[in-house]
């Protein structure tokens, strides 16, 4: 097996050229400019208020590389509130959360989005994020609020499930049977078949690792790892490369039909003359991951960044989340794209692992990861 770095990925449309969809990162990208943040904006209250529209500012915002809310979407904020946003990348979840932690007390953002229950209680623990509860938050989000003191730091906002994907028509083209479970995957019948992202740099292969930890026990999963590199598995530099070139569907010429990638990847590989996906998720290998909003502790415009998180919770920004986030909204009441309705599904019992039992044990986790994939 193989690895290297990579930032958290976003599945795109397969139907677009493949090329032109690899970049969707918006590293250093600035969407807004404005003039001096205010000193301080007052304690409490949402950004909506008229004292806000009436300062305007700059809301600094530290994100992960995917991040990719249209225009329109912040230009509305603006409108609403005064401020203007200022995206400001830091690699992918990992690399996003590692770097509050290193800066906290000296970090030069408002507002962080993107960190995940994988990483939340890294953030948490580090006492980079300020308590704050939006109250505006939709009812549906409270499904997902983290325990103890992270979940009055951490806002939810969106939802997705990390899980293994298949191209059915190349199975049903080759007569094989599908693989369904976490079992079939170190089956003969399937070797050499599955590429994965690593675990260690990237977001959806943490997950993944995860997902093995939560099914196998921690006396199991390395020997369930094990078998995958005895059977073929490959992994890749990233989310990426695992589907738009090793994976059958992903719009290159991959030569592995199994790989992972998302709950909502199958709505981008719907043929244009059958109408239907060409590829599904499989439902029961499925790690639930949920990204995270936060005022941070040491902004200079406390206002402002909490204004963006109730932005965040809004229907105008939660209805963007599927088609330019490629993540279900936390809010059950905006309605999904049509392809989404027909194609795109959470799982109904999603593994998950406790968030303490993940900080307590990610890295002893990923150490012993590495020991097997690189043995």
């Not at 690899?22 to 250093?28: D, P």
């Not at 979840?93 to 507002?111: E, H, I, S």
């Not at 049977?177 to 992202?197: H, Q, S, W």
């Not at 099914?215 to 598995?233: F, R, S, V």
């Amino acid at each position: 097996m193989r690895s290297s770095t990579t930032s958290r990925p976003a599945p795109t449309t397969v139907r677009l050229a493949v090329a032109g969809v690899l970049g969707l990162a918006l590293a250093g990208c600035s969407l807004g400019a404005g003039s001096e943040p205010p000193a301080d904006g007052g304690a409490g209250g949402s950004g909506g208020s008229p004292s806000a529209a009436e300062s305007g500012g700059t809301v600094v915002l530290r994100t992960h590389d995917s991040f990719a809310v249209p225009e329109q979407t912040l230009a509305a904020f603006t409108e609403e509130t005064g401020y203007t946003v200022d995206v400001q990348s830091a690699g992918d979840a990992g690399q996003l959360v590692n770097t509050l932690a290193l800066t906290a007390g000296d970090t030069d953002a408002d507002v962080v989005f993107g960190i995940d229950n994988t990483f939340a209680s890294r953030a948490v623990d580090a006492g980079v994020l300020a308590a704050y509860a939006p109250a505006g938050q939709p009812d549906s989000a409270g499904t997902y609020e983290l325990p103890g003191s992270a979940g009055e730091d951490l806002t939810p906002v969106d939802v997705g499930d990390v899980c293994v994907n298949i191209d059915d028509t190349w199975f049903a083209e080759r007569g094989i049977r599908p693989p369904e479970t976490f079992e079939d995957l170190v089956d003969p019948t399937y070797a050499d078949l599955f590429v994965t992202p690593g675990a260690a740099t990237s977001s959806p292969g943490l997950a993944f690792l995860l997902a093995t930890v939560a099914e196998y026990g921690e006396d199991g999963w390395a020997e369930y790892w094990q078998q995958l590199e005895d059977n073929g598995a490959q992994l890749t530099s990233g989310w990426s490369d695992a589907y738009y070139v090793d994976f059958t569907a992903g719009g290159g010429d991959g030569d592995r039909p199994i790989v992972l990638s998302y709950a909502s990847s199958p709505p981008f590989t719907i043929d244009e003359e059958s109408g239907e996906a060409t590829t599904s998720a499989l439902l029961d290998t499925c790690y639930r991951q949920v990204e995270y909003a936060g005022v941070l502790a040491d902004t200079e415009n406390p206002e402002g960044a909490r204004a963006l998180v109730d932005f965040m919770v809004s229907p105008a920004f939660q209805q963007t989340l599927p088609e330019s986030m490629y993540v279900f909204p936390v809010d059950d009441e905006v309605s999904l794209p049509q392809d989404w309705q027909r194609f795109a599904e959470l799982a109904d019992d999603p593994l998950q692992l406790d968030p303490e039992q993940v900080s307590q044990n990610r890295e002893t986790w990923l150490r012993e990861w590495e020991d097997v994939v690189g043995g």
